[in-house]
């Protein structure tokens, strides 16, 4: 029999966790008020016509993730060991990379934006929609990669409550000014996009309030930010984690463009379904984040029994959060999805399907706690390796099968088939890291 978690790393992990999903369920929430009003606009190719601009910005966004994901990681890992200088110098590359990429993202919108939808497809009307979404959006790349990257830092040093500050605080605007733009002032597509524009410059200004409030010594190190041997060492590990975000977003993306193709409707049921199942990955990744944070601290510190804890524990909270969602797609179908559409026929798609929420959810619950486990040990190969065998071998061949076919029954087979192998593959790569973890770590200096 296993040996459980002391009290003293539940309480912990638990804090950290509660904490992280309160802050990480502010922004499906605010997506869902996006799809709700949206939705109930006469015209459902706004609907659609967003769901498929987000593609454009899952693209993005999603690839410069490792701004968020590396930092919280490395951080961590420099916290564990007592490197104050690291952590700092961390906080400070991110941010000098988040600003050179969203600036140049800015300066090449155009391509960006012929290049995006030129790959996508959608009715007239419906894309559109979504190039009036992309302009008022795109304007915030900038403030969007920097607020991953102060997102990212204070989770390294387990400063759960300023997160939660940074996301409430951005998401309950976004909330606002959906309302205001899209319904006050009749401006639709491009009043999402705005709303979204707006609120990501206030997360960063929260987060740098919170960052120059802090009471501790702030070393500037401003001459060691371009240290060539940090630099590199800083993109050998994004550029793994840029690799398996890059699979992430081209399985979603494709499902939700396939999902056009197989109707607007279609489109629209689909959407809507994600959109439930975008809601219940972040409380799950509030328990991956806490995972993330903890992981790195373990992995300074060397301690690998307490990550065999960590992991344990993690597993079993990341499920328990699956399986509540799932329980309500089961119990109260009826009363979701017409939340968010009045759409009769897009109601009654999403009521056949979502059942494969289920499934999804709970070998998902898996897979996202592996990404933090994984990313808080800076392990980027490891996760490279998983998302792309799990994306092109085994997404790839199955969706290809319900386009030839055209069943969403099977594309949403390709879904669940694609979070089993993703949670298979890090769960037999974990076995092995805390194997070989035994003999030979040692306390980051």
């Known amino acids: ?30 997506g869902l008020v996006d799809t709700a009003i949206l939705g109930h606009l006469e015209d459902i190719r706004f609907l659609a016509g967003v769901a498929l601009g987000s593609i454009v910005f899952d693209y993005v966004y999603w690839t410069f993730g490792f701004l968020r994901m590396g930092t919280t990681g490395t951080t961590a890992q420099a916290m564990g060991g007592g490197d104050i200088k690291a952590v ?3 906080l400070y590359r991110g941010l000098f990379l988040a600003l050179s990429i969203g600036t140049a993202l800015v300066v090449l919108q155009v391509p960006i934006r012929i290049g995006g939808f030129a790959v996508l497809s959608g009715a007239e009307g419906v894309e559109a929609a979504g190039v009036a979404y992309f302009n008022a959006r795109v304007w915030g790349a900038p403030a969007t990669l920097c607020s991953f990257v102060l997102i990212g830092w204070f989770l390294g040093r387990e400063e759960s409550g300023r997160v939660l500050l940074i ?98 409707t279609v489109l629209a049921a689909n959407a809507i379904l994600l959109r439930v199942q975008y809601l219940a990955s972040h409380f799950i990744d509030g328990a991956a984040f806490a995972t993330e944070s903890l992981a790195g601290t373990f992995r300074g510190q060397g301690d690998p029994k307490g990550l065999l804890k960590l992991l344990r524990l993690s597993l079993v909270v990341g499920f328990a959060c699956a399986l509540g969602f799932a329980v309500l797609v089961v119990i109260a179908p ?63 061949s199955v969706a290809w099968v319900a386009v030839a076919r055209g069943d969403n029954h099977i594309l949403w087979l390709a879904m669940t088939l694609w979070m089993v192998s ?18 030979t770590w040692e306390p980051c200096r």
């Open 1 to 30: 029999m296993s040996e459980s978690p002391p009290r003293s790393l539940r309480r912990r992990y638990l804090r950290l966790a509660t904490i992280n999903i309160m802050a990480t369920v502010s922004v499906p929430l605010a």
């Open 88 to 90: 700092y110098l961390t």
């Open 167 to 264: 996301t409430v605080g951005a998401n309950v605007s976004n909330i606002i000014l959906d309302y205001v733009f899209v319904l006050g002032f009749g401006l639709a597509a491009f009043g999402a996009g705005l709303a979204t524009m707006i609120s990501q410059y206030l997360a960063v200004v929260i987060g740098l309030i919170l960052f120059w409030k802090s009471r501790e010594s702030r070393p500037w190190l401003w001459g060691e930010i371009l240290d060539r041997h940090g630099l590199t060492s800083l993109m050998r590990l994004n550029r793994d984690i840029l690799f398996r975000t890059l699979g992430l977003i081209t399985a979603l993306s494709l499902f939700t463009n396939l999902s056009s193709v197989l109707g607007t």
């Open 334 to 396: 009826g009363f979701l999805y017409p939340l968010l559409t009045s759409h009769q026929e897009v109601v009654e798609v999403a009521t056949r399907f979502g059942y494969w929420l289920i499934p999804v959810l709970l070998f998902g619950s898996a897979a996202y706690i592996y990404d933090g486990f994984f990313l808080g040990l800076t392990e980027g190969r490891v996760l490279r390796n998983s998302m792309l065998f799990s994306t092109i071998l085994i997404f790839g």
């Open 422 to 439: 993703r949670a298979a593959t890090l769960s037999w790569a974990s076995r092995s890291l805390l194997r070989e973890a035994q003999s």
